[in-house]
């Protein structure tokens, strides 16, 4: 009996630091994911701007971005995209987890915290299966978000939204706002 204890409390003590350091792991690993598909995004926004015009910017994140989030999501072996409350396309819609967040994250600016700060993670249960899952706050940006984001957008850009976008809910938005979060799903091996 005490040898099945010592065995017990041996296994615990020598698993939980190694699980510790993996949850740490996956989200230093997330934080990494968010500054690559960020960085990734933002140049070919601002040069797609630069380059084209506004409107070029939507094509960026119609097509683009997609692909910005699976070469992240093979690169890092992990599910990655961005969602909001207010999604521009339906296919981003958050599920029942995120929208949980993105609801605490607008509490959490209500109280003063930094948009650029807001993170959550956890280890979750789904479907009988242990999930990693990790989202990090977009704050809007003067520049290039309200281009396409903001309320008073240019009739060409209206239309193309119009267009790509019939059931667009992410217009209106003001420096400061959350734009929406991205993130991350990784499942945990047994």
């Known amino acids: 009996m005490k040898t099945a204890l010592l065995f017990t409390l041996l296994f615990a003590l020598f698993t939980l630091?190694?699980?510790?350091?993996?949850?740490?792991?996956?989200?230093?690993?997330?934080?990494?994911?968010v500054k690559d598909?960020?960085?990734?995004?933002?140049?070919?926004?601002?040069?797609?701007i630069k380059n084209d015009g506004a409107v070029a910017a939507i094509r960026v994140c119609n097509i683009s971005a997609p692909l910005i989030a699976k070469k992240q999501s093979q690169l890092h072996n992990m599910e990655v995209r961005r969602t909001s409350l207010k999604v521009r396309n339906p296919d981003n819609a958050p599920d029942s987890w995120e929208?949980?967040?993105?609801d605490d994250f607008e509490k959490r600016k209500a109280m003063g915290e930094p948009i650029k700060k807001m993170e959550h993670f956890e280890t979750v249960t789904e479907n009988g299966e242990q999930w990693f899952?990790?989202?990090k706050a977009?704050?809007?940006a003067k520049k290039p978000c309200l281009l396409c984001h903001g309320s008073n957008l240019k009739p060409a850009i209206t239309a193309t939204l119009d267009k790509?976008?019939?059931?667009?809910?992410?217009?209106?938005?003001?420096?400061?706002?959350?734009?929406?979060?991205?993130t991350f799903r990784q499942r945990i091996e047994p």
């Open 17 to 33: 630091p190694a699980h510790a350091t993996t949850i740490e792991q996956r989200v230093e690993q997330s934080r990494t994911v």
């Open 37 to 48: 598909f960020m960085g990734s995004l933002k140049h070919e926004l601002k040069s797609a």
């Open 99 to 102: 929208k949980s967040i993105l």
């Open 133 to 135: 899952r990790y989202m």
């Open 138 to 140: 977009i704050p809007t």
């Open 164 to 182: 790509l976008y019939p059931q667009d809910q992410a217009k209106g938005f003001k420096p400061g706002d959350i734009r929406g979060a991205f």
